[in-house]
């Protein structure tokens, strides 16, 4: 995991730009393939299913730059566990009211 996220953060290669642009473009198609489908009735008015998306991401990678940061390592089933929590979160401040239960 550790090479995973020296390479994902590295700007000294000479693919590294090459890299971060590709990582960029495929943020909108992961977004269109797994969440274009999904029902955003459930959505209170005013909260953006996608800006909910990059939230999530922006946390993920904070949280990957901070273990980076203090030299700690981290493992998927942590970070599956974080991105649990946040997403309840997310779902708790953006679902209408009738759509909580299905949080729990």
């Known amino acids: 995991m550790e090479f995973a996220t020296r390479a ?6 000479a ?3 090459d890299l971060q642009n590709i990582n960029t473009q495929m943020v909108d198609a992961i977004f269109q393939t797994y969440l ?7 959505f209170k008015p005013g909260f ?3 800006k909910i998306y990059q939230m999530l991401i922006w946390m993920a990678d904070g949280y ?7 030299g700690r390592g981290w493992t998927l089933d942590e970070i599956m566990e ?3 929590i946040w997403t309840s979160m997310m779902k708790k401040m ?3 009211e009738e759509y909580l239960d299905e949080c729990n």
């Open 64 to 70: 990957l730059h901070e273990h980076q940061m203090n």
């Open 8 to 13: 994902f953060y590295s700007d000294k290669e």
């Open 82 to 84: 974080e991105f649990d």
């Open 15 to 17: 693919v590294s730009q």
């Open 36 to 42: 274009g489908h999904a029902d955003y009735s459930k």
């Open 94 to 96: 953006a679902y209408k």
């Open 48 to 50: 953006d299913p996608y």
